[in-house]
């Protein structure tokens, strides 16, 4: 029997996952990694996960999978320090705790004679106050399509699993959870990474009932995953103008995060003479704008930058800022430009510090690898397109996602669904149900073609 969604559970799962977190009055949703929000929301997905047939397990970094068999010797994949969470002995976590189970397994790993594994999914956290579709729609579609699947009974060649990765949104330095799974991550470095205001992600973890010293050991093990497909919506307005309904995602953009605080000189702010002052804060600002027309000036025509957070000490009216510290985002596709601008953009910071009678201090928070999705990944989705009737074009993600990083262990790729204005990041973001509905069929076929 041929696989069908039901679009009804899919905007139900939708419509219940968005409650965890949302705001008192009705708004946003702020649903942080390893959160108590985050937390009863991963609990509920692994229920779903269950009650859907797939067995289901989280790993030392948080990652939380669900798998069907396939028909070519597919079964629960075992590993270093994963633990079931339901199905195949385990059981269901409690609301807010973390998923146990009675036996261990490699979060996504491939035992001696398993079949590696068609992958796909998002992630469940998001952005403070931010909106019900970002990540959330990959996982839940992802979810629709592999118990439509479980229900037709019919049993693709290798099996599927999906996932919800811990951290994509950045909270604690962005992609944690994939970047843990396949092996790009220094666990030297996990001590020392915390978030905007000051939150340690071994604190944050330790809440939520993880140890983030293991979380290296989420690594999966060479070739347990044949290819990665991520469904998303576009978080711009490119789909939704030329009213195609499913981008095929080309590239991933690259993206480096770091910090730079301007350090003058505190004065008195009545009586020191504008010309002697070594304001911290003007030289922030100053850079900021010159680094903004550099940008747009000397990029590749799609090179971003923003300056989402800033810092001023000690912070009141009638003291000249001695400190100032701004957090600095950089995207864009190909590896060179972005490479360049990030030299030229700190090069520039310490010529404005310099003119300003400050210093300036540089560190990097994050940096995340532009890549170009697979060809054979871009391939299953256009032809899912094509048996569906449903117009398609190629074109990059200018956020970034799990995707780029398992692109670095198997074929991996992305289709988008458009988004509503453009709007993303935002309370009110969100995609036609028509489209909702057209994504996840072109998943659903996507994932059988890739299972063969």
Aim: hydrophobic share 40%.
């Amino acid at each position: 029997m041929t696989p069908t969604i039901s679009l009804a559970r899919l905007r139900a799962n939708i419509e219940a996952l968005s409650a965890f977190g949302r705001q008192p009055d009705g708004g946003g949703i702020s649903r942080f990694c390893w959160s108590p929000s985050h937390e009863k929301a991963r609990a509920w997905l692994i229920r779903k996960m269950n009650r859907a047939g797939l067995a289901t397990w989280v790993d030392p970094a948080g990652n939380t999978f669900g798998r069907l068999a396939g028909g070519a010797g597919g079964r629960l994949a075992g590993g270093a320090g994963g633990r079931l969470a339901g199905g195949a002995g385990g059981r269901p976590a409690e609301a807010g705790g973390r998923a146990t189970g009675s036996r261990a397994g490699k979060a996504g790993g491939r035992g001696a004679g398993e079949a590696p594994t068609v992958m796909t999914g998002s992630h469940i956290d998001t952005v403070p106050n931010g909106g019900p579709l970002d990540g959330a729609l990959g996982v839940l579609a992802g979810l629709e399509c592999l118990q439509a699947i479980a229900e037709s009974r019919s049993a693709p060649r290798l099996p599927l699993t999906l996932a919800a990765w811990s951290d994509e949104e950045g909270r604690y330095g962005g992609l944690f959870g994939s970047r843990c799974y396949t092996g790009r991550i220094d666990p030297k470095q996990i001590g020392a990474i915390r978030a905007i205001d000051g939150d340690r992600l071994v604190d944050a973890m330790k809440r939520a009932g993880f140890d983030a010293r293991k979380a290296p050991g989420a690594k999966a093990r060479p070739g347990a995953v044949s290819s990665y497909v991520e469904l998303h919506i576009e978080q711009g307005p490119h789909l939704e103008a030329a009213g195609i309904p499913i981008g095929v995602v080309e590239g991933i953009v690259g993206i480096r995060r770091f910090r730079l605080t301007f350090i003058g000189e505190p004065d008195h702010a009545g009586a020191t003479p504008m010309a002697r002052r070594k304001d911290s804060f003007l030289a922030a600002a100053d850079y900021a704008l010159r680094a903004r027309d550099h940008v747009v000036r000397k990029g590749s025509g799609r090179s971003v930058t923003n300056f989402g957070h800033i810092e001023i000490a000690p912070g009141v009216s009638n003291i000249v800022p001695a400190r100032t510290t701004v957090l600095q985002e950089m995207r864009e596709l190909d590896a060179g430009i972005l490479a360049r601008l990030d030299r030229e953009c700190l090069a520039r910071a310490r010529s404005v510090a310099e003119r300003r009678g400050c210093r300036v201090r540089v560190e990097r928070v994050s940096r995340n690898q532009g890549v170009r999705c697979a060809p054979r990944v871009m391939r299953a989705v256009a032809d899912a397109c094509d048996a569906l009737g449903l117009r398609h074009r190629q074109m990059p993600s200018a956020a970034g996602h799990d995707a780029q990083n398992l692109a670095h262990v198997t074929d991996s790729g992305m289709l988008f669904i458009p988004s509503m204005g453009g709007r993303s990041h935002r309370p009110d973001e969100m995609s036609h149900w028509k489209d909702i509905e057209r994504g996840t069929n072109v998943l659903l076929h996507t994932l059988l073609r890739l299972a063969r």
